[in-house]
């Protein structure tokens, strides 16, 4: 039996402030180094240790990832970045604030670009400064390539390739197995490792700094999956996450 564990980054500037931030790089807030913090925590108190670790090329999950490898005195441990992980591109949604989204586009239209599979919000045009096809992070994105919006399937297509290619390898090497990565880059994986169905996924939403253990058979089909922390904390900041992008309060 395999076991490892995913992490999404603690609350995010935006998160907070309630904005699309896909590819964005904002930084985490007081309140989520500090999630970061506990999720370090209560990873060794529960007695979890790795041998490699995985994040985006985004401040929010690397930040996440260096302060729960400090948490468990692990600093040394060889990191792999990929925008590969990233979180899904949100197009030119990247920036707006959901609930004003919502109040302009209707909750229905904002789900759909939330969290549906297949339909993805609008492109990013010639220009927009939020194209960062230039950024030296993405040298290796062939510049034809650099996602203009991304659904959640384009994310699977993107991450999955990753998965099998670079992380499944050194889960079979017997090396125990850190992922830091986003919302929806996780929903991606998370769909994939459990075939979740296209309908079903949209109701799937992750929180932050809340680690998830997967254990998986030989051939890394999963046995289980668990969040460490109580269940009901876990429910509550699921609401919480799903209930962003509603109309403001
Ligand atoms: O804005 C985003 O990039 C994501 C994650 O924070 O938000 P949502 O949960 O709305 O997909």
């Avoid at 998965?163 to 994986?189: K, Q």
Wanted: hydrophobic fraction near 35%; glycine fraction near 6%; charge should be negative.
């Amino acid at each position: 039996m395999y076991k490892i564990v995913l992490l999404r980054h603690g609350e995010s500037v935006w998160n907070k402030e309630n904005r699309f931030t896909g590819w964005t790089d904002v930084d985490l807030t007081d309140k989520g180094v500090a999630e970061a913090h506990g999720a370090g925590r209560l990873l060794r108190r529960e007695g979890f240790g790795f041998e490699r670790a995985y994040t985006s090329v985004l401040k929010r999950a690397i930040k996440t990832l260096n302060i729960v490898l400090e948490e468990l005195d692990l600093m040394w441990l060889p990191v792999n970045y990929s925008w590969r992980l990233n979180e899904r591109h949100y197009g030119a949604l990247q920036g707006l604030n959901k609930a004003e989204t919502a109040e302009r586009f209707g909750d229905d239209q904002v789900l759909v670009w939330r969290r549906s599979y297949g339909t993805s919000p609008p492109p990013l045009e010639d220009g927009d400064e939020r194209l960062t096809v230039d950024d030296p992070r993405y040298a290796t994105l062939p510049r034809s390539r650099y996602p203009r919006a991304e659904c959640l399937k384009d994310t699977v297509a993107r991450f999955v390739p990753y998965w099998e290619t670079m992380i499944v390898p050194d889960i079979l090497a017997g090396h125990r197995v850190l992922i830091v990565a986003h919302g929806n880059s996780l929903r991606a994986l998370i769909k994939y490792l459990d075939s979740i169905s296209d309908e079903d996924i949209v109701k799937l939403n992750i929180p932050t700094g809340q680690p998830l253990v997967y254990e998986l058979d030989a051939d890394l089909r999963p046995l289980r999956s668990y969040y460490l922390a109580d269940e009901d904390v876990i429910r509550k900041a699921e609401a919480e996450v799903a209930r962003h992008g509603g109309p403001r309060e």
